[in-house]
């Protein structure tokens, strides 16, 4: 087993409790960093993150493709590719229904990188 590979089964993004304290509070550890830098850079682009707002969002928890595709002005290959980048990253679960996907968003790991971005308000000297 690698070095990169024993460090990285340290963190469990799918855990309910946060991985590690706010980075406001301190340093991110360089696995928690690895492990969580491809959900943030899948949500760096406007497409991905209006798509997992919109299956997080969901009514019922989760949402059709037919559903998702209608709502820009891009092609059917261009929104798979989104929703490939977003399950890649561990943010969303995908299931087949006959000819269509269904979409839900996967809680805890969204709730891990809140928790990792949570600052306290600044207190009143």
């Not at 993150?49 to 891009?74: H, K, N, R, W, Y």
């Amino acid at each position: 087993m690698s070095k990169q590979s024993a460090s990285l089964a340290l963190v469990d993004l799918t855990a309910d409790e946060p991985c590690c304290p706010p980075l406001a509070e301190r340093r991110v550890p360089a696995e928690t960093a690895t492990q969580l830098a491809p959900a943030f850079k899948a949500l760096g682009d406007p497409v991905r993150l209006q798509l997992m707002s919109m299956i997080a969002s969901a009514e019922g928890g989760e949402v059709c493709v037919c559903e998702l595709t209608p709502a820009f002005d891009l092609t059917g290959p261009t929104i798979s590719h989104h929703l490939r980048t977003l399950r890649e990253a561990g943010l969303v679960d995908a299931e087949r229904r006959g000819t269509w996907v269904y979409y839900r968003a996967r809680p805890a790991l969204l709730r891990q990188l809140a928790a990792l971005l949570t600052v306290a308000p600044a207190s009143v000297a």
